[in-house]
């Protein structure tokens, strides 16, 4: 546990030296275009929102495209968060009598921090994921007469670690406002999108006593194939287009794709006979922004999610594919500061 609050914290100080303006004429921050753009950072903000995060993993029939999908089981956090000019502060518990279904999905241990780092002209994500437990989401497709009501086949010993960061550089940062979308302390009043553009990292790994094919589904799958304990090391640069569409001045959608491609470096430990192997591929990455919502003067509300889906896809043999989501819902008003926030003269 001290170890992953020490890793966030590590993380949250590099990314502001990524971002740091230089001389370069490339990287200084262009002014706020106001035909676009309103600006309400000098605003205290107060919201309420439930979040819902996740990961996700599947091991893959490479010649059918058919696979054996895990979730954890999912669990709403409510809470509430502040912000004023360049500081936010989002709070968020889990109530047991919202999530009370450990009956039928099973019981999932987790350590789950996502951050994303908005600023003028950067877009930041932090992902540290630790998971314990997982059940099988799609039984139906395997098992003759399930009953969706009743219990999931569960996997308490089923583990996942993920590490990851990404940076993107928004280039028509005076105009497309990430801000105005995901932390609501600008408004987008004009339409208008920006291409993206930055590097990304990630780290991955599964363990579990047993292979992540059910004896219902062995006839479906490359039995070889094995997961437990392989490790995937993920690097690149990354790049697409954002784009906010603006009904109203008030009404919005927010939508971004980012694909990266890079080098993935997979070890597989010695297990079922087969020795240890590590080797090397290219390839891809998408990584999507989406967000829905009303944002006035002093009212806001909406829905927001980001996802990131990964997987070696080998068109050989069976891979495992892996995704990580984190969706939201909120409501919040702004309010004029009080006195002791206001900077004197």
Not at 101 to 110: E, L, P
Not at 157 to 172: E, P, Q
Not at 296 to 304: D, H, M, N, Q, R
Request: glycine share 8%.
């Amino acid at each position: 546990m001290w170890k992953d609050i020490l890793l966030c914290l590590l993380l949250m100080s590099a990314l502001p030296s990524w971002a740091q303006e230089t001389e370069y004429t490339f990287m200084q921050t262009r002014p706020l275009n106001e035909k676009f753009i309103v600006d309400y950072s000098d605003m205290l903000s107060v919201k309420l929102y439930g979040s819902l995060k996740s990961n996700v993993i599947a091991h893959v029939n490479h010649e059918t495209e058919k696979e054996i999908e895990y979730k954890p089981n999912e669990s709403l956090n409510l809470g509430f968060g502040v912000g004023y000019r360049w500081f936010g502060l989002d709070v968020a518990f889990n109530f047991r009598g919202v999530n009370h279904d450990n009956g039928q999905f099973g019981k999932t241990k987790r350590f789950d921090f996502q951050s994303s780092i908005y600023t003028r002209k950067f877009a930041g994500d932090i992902t540290i994921q630790r998971y314990k437990g997982y059940y099988l989401s799609n039984p139906e497709e395997y098992i003759s007469n399930f009953d969706p009501d009743g219990p999931y086949p569960i996997r308490p010993d089923i583990s996942t670690r993920r590490y990851g960061a990404s940076l993107l550089y928004v280039f028509n940062h005076d105009k497309f406002s990430f801000r105005s979308a995901f932390i609501y302390n600008e408004r987008q009043i004009k339409s208008t999108g920006s291409f993206l553009a930055g590097p990304f990292f990630s780290y991955f790994r599964m363990d579990a006593d047993s292979t992540l094919i059910i004896p219902e589904a062995e006839s479906e799958f490359d039995l070889s194939q094995d997961f437990r304990g392989s490790e995937y090391i993920r690097y690149g640069l990354a790049g697409g287009y954002g784009y906010n569409l603006v009904l109203g001045h008030r009404v919005f959608i927010s939508l971004s794709l980012v694909i990266g491609l890079g080098p993935e470096i997979k070890k597989t430990p010695e297990i079922n006979g087969m020795a240890a192997n590590t080797e090397s591929k290219f390839t891809g990455r998408a990584a999507t922004r989406i967000a829905i919502g009303y944002n006035a003067p002093k009212f806001y509300c909406g829905i927001s999610a980001a996802g990131v889906y990964a997987g070696e896809r080998d068109e050989t043999e069976d891979y495992l594919e892996r995704g990580v989501s984190n969706a939201k819902i909120f409501i919040g008003k702004r309010f004029d500061p009080p006195e002791f926030l206001v900077r004197k003269k």
